[in-house]
């Protein structure tokens, strides 16, 4: 397999654009990921594209906007995990020698507020089983009884995604908030407030990847891919559930092994907060600290800027906002970013290993990332 | 007229889950599927075993008792739903090894904890267009078993 290379990145910012349909988000971002590589879109020889609310023909559309050219495309949908899927096509793509250079793009219109709306005539529906945050809050409630964690440590993941928010102009909101504003926020379900679950958005993200050996006629500083590895919850009975620490634990084994590398040698990771006990527990689950102890590490603010292993420093779901088909390139945009060392006010000093970690009802998607 | 024409029937909210007794001796049953090669049971039915892929599979009548393996509470109710929050969503693990999601009812949400003995009642949630009541389950909390009982 040859090594691959991120060579460009193009984000549009999060946030409301009711006037803006997604093919004119999605363009905006693969331009500004072109123009950072030093390419055109002729150039592109295959493109795959998340999105999970009605996708049927977003790639075309894009085409349509960016140049027909005549390449092969996908819509990919992996729930919240759709771009990073579309970014391990690519990968793969160009890794088996296929392609030489392809796009990964993302993108998303939301409206306000729950994203499902259930079909009462069902079980599920008419009962109001499937609460948003319902598995993040069973989740949390769990820690908090087997660890001892506590609502004002999950709380804290907040807090410093609110803060960090103040150095990064892509952030949807950029208000710091206490905790106590965070624990005081209305209650969706126990523990989680409102102000611990990531607000639904629009917007778009876009990456060019590179065969490495290809990669220096282009202007482009390229970043490398280092490992991979991607699956989906194994049968636990109700513990096989989208978040799933077996999976992780799973998937982070298996990507520190392509990379020849263990978690002591990340320097910066993200991970998906769409809900605050995301980071509580992912961090036990990718080997940052022991089984349990995911709470106190997050209070003792090891996730943050100067702390063991920053996370999510361009602020992550909770102040970035998710929208769902453009989450998963947003991180490894911000990854990129900071081991190019463009992370200005948010960097993280010669980080020079990174870590995606992007997980959707039908799958997870783990990368590592290397300068 | 015949009675049958005016009276008014149970009907379920979702087929093939669960049965309405149809006399009081009956009790009502959690519709289910057994995996016959490693032994696993799911709710809902499903036509292959997950745990093992096995296609040998067949329909069972689940226990109706569990107890509660994790829970949260919702305190906003869902648009489709008829369910007044706040109320307890619990995962279930029944005694047979299945496991399955419900409203748990019959109780304050501030009692509801891991490892709590529950089991499942049919409810009334609403009548349809034809004034018949449908009917839902929920999981109601129970005493534990006594030991020699």
Redesign the interface.
């Known amino acids: 397999m040859r090594e691959v290379v991120v060579l460009g990145v193009g984000l549009h910012p999060f946030g409301r654009f009711p006037d803006k349909p997604k093919q004119a988000l999605a363009r905006e971002a693969i331009w500004t990921a072109l123009d950072d590589a030093g390419l055109e879109f002729k150039d592109v020889e295959c493109l795959w594209l998340g999105c999970v609310l009605n996708p049927t023909f977003t790639a075309w559309n894009l085409l349509r906007e960016v140049g027909q050219t005549g390449i092969p495309i996908l819509n990919v949908e992996c729930a919240c995990a759709s771009s990073s899927s579309a970014f391990r096509e690519a990968y793969w793509a160009i890794a088996n020698g296929l392609y030489d250079v392809c796009a990964a793009v993302g993108v998303e219109k939301m409206q306000r507020g729950?994203i499902e709306?259930?079909?009462?005539?069902?079980?599920?529906?008419?009962?109001?089983?499937?609460?948003m945050?319902?598995l993040y809050?069973?989740k949390a409630?769990?820690h908090m009884?087997q660890f001892g964690s506590t609502p004002e440590q999950f709380a804290q993941v907040s807090v410093k995604s609110h803060r960090l928010a103040t150095l990064n102009p892509n952030a949807q909101y950029r208000k710091e908030c206490s905790l106590e504003e965070v624990l005081n926020s209305?209650?969706?379900?126990?523990p989680l407030t409102l102000l611990q679950c990531s607000p639904s958005s629009d917007g778009a993200s876009a990456v060019v990847l590179c065969a490495k050996e290809k990669a220096a006629r282009f202007t482009g500083l390229a970043i490398s891919v280092a490992g991979w590895a991607c699956g989906t919850p194994r049968?636990l009975?109700?513990e096989g559930d989208d978040l799933s620490d077996e999976m992780v634990i799973r998937l982070s084994q298996q990507a520190y092994e392509r990379a020849g590398i263990g978690p002591a040698d990340v320097d910066v990771l993200q991970l998906h907060d769409a809900f605050t006990p995301g980071e509580v527990c992912v961090v036990e689950a990718l080997g940052f600290c022991p089984e349990g102890e995911g709470g106190r590490f997050v209070w003792e603010g090891q996730t943050d800027l100067g702390g063991r292993i920053p996370t999510n420093t361009d602020v992550g779901l909770l102040s970035r906002g998710h929208p769902m088909g453009a989450t998963g390139l947003a991180q490894i945009i911000e990854i990129v970013t900071q081991l190019r060392g463009r992370a200005g006010a948010r960097q993280v000093p010669d980080a020079k290993v990174g870590m995606c970690h992007n997980v959707g009802i039908g799958g997870c998607n783990i990368h590592i990332l290397k300068r | 007229m015949p009675e049958s024409a005016t009276a008014k029937r149970q009907v379920p909210?979702?087929p093939g889950?669960f049965t309405i007794p149809s006399s009081p001796d009956e009790q009502p049953g959690l519709l289910g599927t057994r995996c016959r090669r490693c032994g696993?049971r799911f709710f809902p039915r499903k036509g292959a075993c997950?745990?093992c892929t096995s296609r040998d599979v067949e329909d069972v009548t689940l226990s109706t008792r569990g107890t509660v393996?994790?829970?949260?509470?919702?305190?906003?109710?869902?648009?489709?739903?008829?369910?007044k929050a706040p109320?307890a969503?619990a995962?279930i693990?029944l005694l047979d090894?299945a496991?399955i999601?419900?409203?748990l009812a019959g109780c304050e949400v501030t009692e509801v904890h891991?490892g709590m003995p529950v089991a499942m009642a049919l409810v009334k949630?609403?009548e349809d267009e034809a004034g018949n009541d449908?009917i839902?389950?929920?999981f109601r909390p129970v005493p534990a078993p006594e030991i020699g009982g």
Do not use: C, H, W
């Open positions: 729950m709306i259930e079909d009462p005539n069902t079980y599920v529906g008419a009962m109001g089983i499937n609460i945050p319902g809050a069973m409630r769990k009884e209305r209650m969706i379900a126990d049968f009975g109700t | 909210i979702e889950l696993q997950l745990r393996a994790n829970f949260t509470v919702a305190r906003m109710a869902l648009p489709a739903s008829v369910i109320y969503v995962q693990r090894g496991d999601q419900a409203v891991a949630i609403k449908v839902s389950f929920q």
